[in-house]
């Protein structure tokens, strides 16, 4: 990857994953639950035990959730690099690439790893927020 790209990566990540983790820190409240055992949960697709690893899995859980990030947004700057439409359109193919990472997230890794699916209300809840602020932020920052 040339230093361009990777700013972008790095700049991608970082503000769909901030924004991305901040919604699940608020719905993870709202619901009545407890931060550190969301994200040791995060944790647990990779690593199993993580979810009985206190504060240590809870760090591990937030580098899962920015190392799947990153991977989201370097696929999709390394695809606009090439195709130009990608660019030229953000908006619509962030909205279309956010709905893309829904679908692989909910709908193939989670139920893989944890055997689960989403609720109605919690898909409704989880597209929004991988349309809007993740896929979005990571189109727009491939435009840079």
Same mark, same amino acid.
């Given at each position: 990857?040339? *230093?361009?790209?990777?700013?972008?990566?790095?700049?991608?990540?970082?503000?769909?994953?901030?924004?991305?983790?901040?919604?699940?820190?608020?719905?993870?409240?709202?619901?009545?639950?407890?931060?550190?055992?969301?994200? +040791?949960?995060?944790?647990?697709?990779?690593?199993?035990?993580?979810?009985?690893?206190?504060?240590?899995?809870?760090?591990?859980?937030?580098?899962?959730?920015?190392?799947? #990030?990153?991977?989201?947004?370097?696929?999709?700057?390394?695809?606009?690099?090439? #195709?130009?439409?990608?660019?030229?359109?953000?908006?619509?193919?962030?909205?279309?690439?956010?709905?893309?990472?829904? =679908?692989? #997230? *909910?709908?193939?890794?989670?139920?893989?790893?944890?055997?689960?699916?989403?609720?109605?209300?919690?898909?409704?809840?989880?597209?929004?927020?991988?349309?809007?602020?993740?896929?979005?932020? =990571?189109?727009?920052?491939?435009? +840079?």
């Amino acid at each position: 990857m040339t *230093n361009s790209t990777t700013r972008r990566v790095l700049t991608a990540t970082a503000i769909a994953g901030t924004l991305d983790i901040l919604a699940a820190i608020v719905l993870t409240l709202i619901y009545g639950r407890k931060i550190d055992a969301m994200l +040791r949960y995060v944790a647990s697709g990779p690593f199993p035990d993580a979810k009985h690893w206190g504060t240590a899995g809870a760090a591990l859980g937030l580098a899962v959730h920015f190392a799947l #990030m990153a991977i989201m947004a370097a696929l999709y700057i390394v695809a606009a690099d090439r #195709m130009a439409r990608l660019k030229s359109q953000p908006l619509l193919w962030g909205v279309i690439y956010g709905a893309l990472t829904w =679908i692989a #997230m *909910n709908w193939v890794v989670v139920p893989l790893r944890f055997g689960t699916t989403p609720s109605l209300v919690g898909a409704a809840t989880q597209l929004f927020c991988h349309i809007v602020l993740v896929g979005i932020p =990571i189109a727009y920052a491939a435009r +840079r």
